[in-house]
Structure formats: C-alpha cells, structure tokens
C-alpha cells in the first residue's frame, strides 16, 4: 500500500474541525441525537460539513479552506446559528466542552457508519469511551517536507494548545483535577501520541511502508497522534485542543496556530531535533493536568519555567505575524485570558461551584455556546 500524494495548498491556509454534544433539555445528559440533527441541518446550505462522529450524541462540523481568524468565524458562526435553532425544533441543546461533564459511557450508541461499526469491533468499550470532543486544526503547508518541519515545530507548543483550549474538567460527575481530562481517553489508542522524527517526506513515506507491511496501519486515520500530516489536503492536523465552549475561541485557537505556522515558515527560529520529545509526555502531562498552571520545561535548554509565562512570552514573539494576518484581536483576547489565569476548565468549575449541580452547569454551557452567557 503506497502513501497517498502529499497535494497542494496555500500557504498558512486554514481549516477547523469541532466536535459538538448533544444533550436533552430535561436532565442535560447526552441525546442520541444525531441522525435528526444531520437530517435538519442538511435542509440548509451552509459553508463547511456537518457530518456524524463515533456515536449517536456527537456531531462534527468543520470550515472549508481559511485565509484568517475572521474566514474562520464567519463560518463557524452560521453553523453554529443554524444547529442552535434546529435544535431548539428538537428540544435539545448543543455544548461545547472537551467531555460531558456526567453521561456513562456504557449508555452510548455507536453511530451506524462501516468505519465506526468497524473501530467499535477492534477497541471494544474504548469506542464508546471515546464520546469525547476535540478541536482539530489544519494548516497549509509549501510542501511535503515543510509540513513535517511545521509538524515537529508545533510539537513544542503542544502544551500551548492544551491549557488554552482546556474545558475537560468533570468525568463521569467527577471532577478529574485535570483541566483537560479528554486526552487521557486519547492516549488508551495504539498510535496516540507523537509522530515519529522524519524530517523528509521520503522518510516519513517509507515510515508508512513499513508500518503498512506489519498489517497494523492501512491509512494516516489509523494514526491518533497529536498532529499528523494530512497529505489530501496539503495540511498539518493539530488535534489536542479540547473543544472550546464558544466558536469565538474556537476561531482565536486557529489564529494562534496560523501566527506561530507564520512565525516558523518567515523566520525559521529553530531547527526540531529528536531530543525535543525527552521532554514532550512530561510537558504534554503538566498541561493537561495543571492547564495554565503547568511547568513547561523548554526542550532546547532545559529551563523550567511556568507553562503561563511561556505562552505569554510565544505571544510577544508572534505580534508581528498576527498583525500581518489580522489576527491581533483573536491573539489578545487569549493573551487576557492567561493573563488572568482563566480558561474553559476555570469556567466550568466556577459554574459548579456556585450551582452544585452538574446539570445546571451543563445548561449554562449549552447558553453559552449559542451565545447567552
């Protein structure tokens, strides 16, 4: 089986994928919703898919190809606008956040898709315990081996993605003290994690080869690793954000990404090397348990510092590049965030503190995702 041609794209092109809840207006547990959704929604054109995820209380929506923060949003927002009323036609709500803060994963349904029906027979429980919900972010890259260049680069600011998007704090009515819960799921797949160190796409090609011969891999979607290459849309896929509980920050992530993609092609600040990743499950691990709280240790020279000031620091270096792509707004709406210590995962506990029901906390983010909060 030969790897698929790595194909053409512009430059710092963008493309986001978010994974959605659907829950009930009764009790604001999961609703095997999905098939009405997608039937409602294919009623009305729209920029961008809706399609199905692994089970019935999932959905995915996803942008077509971005020049920008703004091209983003304004495909995310009528998408979103459009989900909100049909599922108001529904008496259901829509919720962003990385899990649901109380469903049992026993009580899913697998969708009735062949790909799904057949990941369900190979992981068993893991299927339905993967009714998680992630951001995934695509960039466009000049080439083939300026992707995996881009790849490797990205890997350092992995923990970056995670405390900014983090909104993954209650599992199964537990508060999991992670700020980000939803990757420890990720990481029960073979073939989560890192991709391996090639720097050539003939490397990574023959990488594929091998891993082809061994009956394990058939395509790049058998690999769960924190970015791979996408070589049928020229792009890198970032995909460790947990899904934001608005398509506001959902569009700022996707800035961040495209300023430090710019950053890296522009001025080429560093050369990735195999001993970056010593460091990359510890700093992987601080970001999802401590959010912007973590310790981030610098690969390059071992320094430990707080993963907050990293972020901040990165920040200062893109104001150029984000300028440059009219992404200074989505840039200084996070920088205020980790300036007051606040993501998704703050929120939420905020919200369950003050109600002391996890329901009501699960409603609130369903208001707050259509814009009411």
Not at 27 to 33: K, M, Q, V, W
Not at 89 to 101: C, D, M
Request: aromatic share 10%; hydrophobic share 40%; proline share 5%.
């Amino acid at each position: 089986m030969h790897m698929e041609r790595f194909n053409k794209s512009v430059a710092l092109s963008l493309g986001v994928e978010v994974e959605l809840q659907l829950v009930n207006t009764h009790d604001y547990d999961l609703a095997p919703y999905a098939e009405d959704m997608l039937r409602l929604m294919a009623q009305t054109p729209l920029p961008g898919s809706v399609v199905p995820e692994m089970t019935s209380s999932m959905i995915e929506i996803s942008t077509g190809v971005c020049h920008s923060v703004q091209d983003v949003l304004d495909q995310l927002t009528p998408i979103r606008d459009a989900l909100v009323r049909n599922a108001d036609k529904l008496n259901i709500a829509v919720v962003g956040g990385g899990t649901h803060a109380f469903q049992q994963w026993h009580e899913r349904r697998i969708y009735d898709k062949p790909r799904f029906r057949e990941l369900s027979e190979l992981y068993g429980y893991l299927s339905k315990q993967f009714t998680i919900f992630g951001q995934h972010v695509h960039i466009g890259c000049p080439d083939a081996d300026a992707a995996l260049l881009m790849l490797h680069r990205m890997s350092r600011y992995i923990p970056h993605f995670i405390a900014l998007s983090a909104s993954s704090p209650f599992v199964q009515g537990q508060d999991t003290q992670f700020d980000s819960a939803r990757l420890n799921s990720v990481f029960a797949f073979p073939l989560s994690g890192r991709a391996p160190f090639t720097l050539s796409w003939k490397e990574f090609e023959n990488y594929f080869m091998r891993m082809t011969r061994t009956g394990v891999v058939r395509s790049m979607k058998d690999f769960y690793w924190d970015i791979r290459p996408k070589p049928e849309f020229g792009t890198i896929e970032i995909r460790v954000f947990d899904t934001p509980l608005t398509v506001e920050r959902a569009a700022a992530l996707a800035g961040y990404v495209q300023s430090l993609a710019a950053w890296f092609l522009q001025e080429q600040p560093f050369t990735p090397v195999e001993d970056d990743y010593l460091v990359y499950t510890y700093n992987r691990f601080q970001a999802c348990r401590f959010g912007l709280d973590a310790v981030y240790v610098d690969p390059a020279s071992g320094e430990h510092m707080p993963l907050r000031d990293h972020i901040l620091m990165t920040m200062t270096q893109l104001e150029w590049h984000s300028e440059a792509l009219n992404a200074t707004k989505a840039l200084a709406g996070l920088r205020t965030s980790v300036e007051a210590n606040r993501n998704d995962a703050r929120w939420l506990r905020e919200r369950q503190g003050k109600e002391k029901l996890l329901a009501e906390t699960v409603r609130q983010s369903a208001l707050r995702f259509r814009g009411a909060v």
